[in-house]
């Protein structure tokens, strides 16, 4: 793909899958608005949308064909490069995954859904595509943590939250709430989802548990002096996608990683440079069976180490 049939791709992509503007997409590109509306114009009349956004590119198809062959992944949804720097990699994610499970979900359809910003940014993409409710059952605890970004308006969703907080204050006390009924409840409805839905988290003060004060500096050196790359479900990992044991896990009010393991059509959300040991790790650990990144994600994933 050369450089003007890459800037046709993109421009196509924010302009009909992310509903910017074309000054929005200019400025995004640093190109004029003339030149965008000129992009958009030759896409339409060669093919290009149909092409490139259905199939992805023959360079999509083998990227993803290469990852799904390496880790032994069901599928792999792929975009174009976000750059995580601008703020808007969330966002593209959480629509791109809304819209992958929106063309799948049946008739009274269960989710399950891990805990943070991208995810929760998915669950409000999800809510304006589908036609009748999603039921999204929580994978961990931590109520707030699945609400910083729903539009009650809009949201076509019925929420089964764990009634916890992510991280209790010792073992005993995690324990005791473990053994709640109403813990327990949501535990039992997560096994009738269709799909499960989780982010990966890089050990970075970008991640959410660290962003939020959740977990501590202190915490943060922790877990790198004792090789930890990253985490799902707050459940931190080595680079072979091993549990890191420590004090936090003893305190994790979240759904095991065996269990995790065991479930079906689970789809890790992530890109960016920051998070790609972290990405391999839970590909390595086997936590995944779907993978939706972008493209310059998936390159660095599919380099030998």
Known sequence: MNYEESLMVKAVWYYYFENMTQQAIADRLSISRMRVIKLLDTARHTGVIQFRLRSDGIGMVEQSRDLINKYHLKDVFLIPD??????????????????YIAD???????INVGYGDTLSRTLNHLATLVQSPVSCIS???GVSNYLPNTRSNIFNARLHLMPAPLLASSPEMA???????????????SEFST???VGIGAIDDSATVFRSGLLSPSDRFYLKMNNAVGDVLCHFLNKNG??????????????????????????????GPKKIEAIRAVLRGGYLNILITDEATAAQLLKDE
Do not use: W, Y
């Not at 976000?82 to 819209?99: F, I, P, Y």
């Not at 799948?104 to 269960?110: K, M």
């Not at 324990?175 to 409805?189: D, G, H, L, P, W």
């Open 82 to 99: 976000v750059d995580a720097a601008s703020g808007h990699a969330n966002e593209s994610l959480a629509r791109a995954g809304a819209m």
């Open 139 to 141: 994978l961990t605890g």
């Open 195 to 197: 799909f499960t839905l």
């Open 104 to 110: 799948r979900l049946g008739e009274n359809a269960c």
């Open 242 to 271: 091993e549990l890191v044991p420590s004090p936090i896990e003893d305190r994790l009010i979240s759904t095991p990683l065996e269990r995790l393991r065991s479930m079906q059509n689970v789809i890790g959300l992530a890109a």
């Open 175 to 189: 324990e005791a709430m473990r053994e709640e009924q109403s813990v327990k409840e949501v535990i039992r409805m």
